[in-house]
Antibody, heavy 120, light 106 residues
Framework: QITLKESGPTLVKPTQTLTLTCTFSGFSFSASGVAVAWIRQPPGKALEWLALIFWDGAERYNPSLTNRLTIIKDASKDQVVLTMTNLDPVDTATYYC????????????WGQGTMVAVSS | SYELTQPLSVSVALGQTARITCGGNNIGTKNVHWYQKKPGQAPVLVIYTQSNRPSGIPERFSGSNSGKTATLTISRAQGGDEGVYYCQVWDNSVWVFGGGTNLTVL
């Protein structure tokens, strides 16, 4: 059974850097095709894909945020970490990590999400 | 950048069939996936690659994709089907979500 869980701060000040950790179980980055993504949802708004990392370390970023995002994996800890720089109140959202179906580009299992507020 | 267009809201009578559409340029050439999102809960994948149902998703949920529109169909709609439904595609190494459709079961 695949599970994912997000962790990180609930409140961040504007201009600061956000670091979120996704800890997962039930799969491993040692398997070809595995990928984990970060997706967010601001209050009252739509889902927005942020970044994704593949089993081989390849990274993909939302073009509108690429200069602010970094995604890395720690296979030894079964974790994926997302950092977002220069936070703004518009970045207030629930942040989810999700497992990508190995043979497709859909996300079949999601974490519960973690709410992050950006405010001074 | 690729964009997906969904109606803001769809209403359906209890027990009837709901259809939620998703439009995009040449969407018929893409794999379309659908998620159900309820308040306070994580999104749930209900259809992937046009018409495949993940384990645990009722047969009442089905999908199709042709021409300019992909469609999520929910037969015999129930109150528990209420929520916001998002379509999603992959386009040129970018994962794109639609704006979401709020489904109300009357």
């Amino acid at each position: 059974q695949i599970t994912l869980k997000e962790s990180g701060p609930t409140l961040v000040k504007p201009t600061q850097t956000l670091t979120l950790t996704c800890t997962f179980s039930g799969f491993s980055f040692s398997a070809s095709g595995v990928a984990v993504a970060w997706i967010r949802q601001p209050p009252g708004k739509a889902l927005e894909w942020l970044a994704l990392i593949f089993w081989d370390g390849a990274e993909r970023y939302n073009p509108s945020l690429t200069n602010r995002l970094t995604i890395i994996k720690d296979a030894s800890k079964d974790q994926v970490v997302l950092t977002m720089t220069n936070l703004d109140p518009v970045d207030t959202a629930t942040y989810y990590c999700a497992h990508r179906i190995n043979t497709d580009d859909a996300f079949d299992v999601w974490g519960q999400g973690t709410m992050v507020a950006v405010s001074s | 950048s690729y964009e997906l267009t969904q109606p803001l809201s769809v209403s359906v009578a209890l027990g009837q069939t709901a259809r939620i559409t998703c439009g995009g340029n040449n969407i018929g050439t893409k794999n379309v996936h659908w998620y159900q999102k309820k308040p306070g809960q994580a999104p749930v994948l209900v259809i992937y690659t046009q018409s495949n149902r993940p384990s645990g998703i009722p047969e009442r949920f089905s999908g199709s994709n042709s021409g300019k529109t992909a469609t999520l169909t929910i037969s015999r709609a129930q109150g528990g089907d209420e929520g916001v439904y998002y379509c999603q595609v992959w386009d040129n190494s970018v994962w794109v979500f639609g704006g979401g459709t709020n489904l109300t079961v009357l």
